[in-house]
């Protein structure tokens, strides 16, 4: 198990639906991620939030809308999402932000499988 | 943000013989990680290398850095099945500014019993 938990572990949702998946760490980590995952293709970073501000926003579309209400939380809210969207999920943390400078690993939760029809 | 390549894209050897896998990048870097993951899950931080760094050992796995080669190698002694997964290795680009880490399109390794 790991120490980032990430609920749901699955969701299907319509392309009308509101959903949103969320994150959680207690290891004191004030860098939190999100990243994409397509079948056998590596992860996509799509944000970074540092000291619960988001710092990094890779042109990711606005149907995707993340959330850092504390250190220890991270949400993605899903809106109007594509079939294409369809993947997995990742959160993951590090100490600081500055995986450069600071040489800080990243921690990842085990991802939300989510299918959008 | 640059990416690695790692070679070679899947590698399949029989338990308890060595794999050894790749990775290349094309641009200045300040660290180089190694990360695994089993199908279906989250990623596994390995190691960590830095720059200034030219070989870092845990347990069976070696990792090097030869940064005039811009090329990194994962070495896995003495293979078991529970090797089985992907390996990806993951930049941090030189310079300073906001970033997370970019991964490689990752080599997939399988452990025949």
């Known amino acids: 198990d790991t120490e980032v938990t990430q609920t749901p572990k699955h969701l299907v949702m319509g392309m009308t639906n509101k959903k949103s998946l969320k994150c959680e760490q207690h290891m004191g980590h004030r860098a939190m991620y999100w990243y994409k995952q397509k079948a056998k293709k590596p992860p996509e970073l799509m944000f970074v939030y540092s000291y619960e501000k988001l710092s990094i926003n890779e042109s990711v579309p606005s149907r995707f809308s993340p959330e850092c209400p504390n250190s220890s939380l991270l949400n993605l809210h899903l809106h109007a999402l594509q079939p294409e969207d369809s993947a997995l999920y990742l959160c993951?943390?590090?100490?600081?932000?500055?995986?450069?400078?600071?040489?800080?690993?990243?921690?990842f939760g085990n991802g939300t499988r989510l299918t959008v029809t | 943000s640059q990416q690695g390549e790692e070679d070679p894209q899947a590698l399949s050897i029989q338990e308890g013989e060595n794999a050894t896998m790749n990775c290349s990048y094309k641009t200045s870097i300040n660290n180089l990680q190694w990360y695994r993951q089993n199908s279906g899950r989250g990623l596994v931080h390995l190691i960590l290398i830095r720059s200034n760094e030219r070989e870092k050992h845990s347990g069976r796995l070696r990792v090097t850095l030869d940064t005039s080669k811009k090329s990194s190698s994962l070495l896995i002694t003495a293979s078991r099945a529970a090797d089985t997964a992907s390996y990806f290795c993951?930049?941090?680009?030189?310079?300073?500014?906001?970033?997370?880490?970019?991964f490689g399109k990752g080599t997939h390794l399988i452990i025949q019993p």
């Open positions: 993951a930049l941090a680009n030189s310079g300073g500014g906001a970033d997370g880490l970019t």
């Open positions: 993951a943390s590090s100490l600081r932000q500055g995986v450069n400078r600071n040489n800080s690993p990243l921690h």
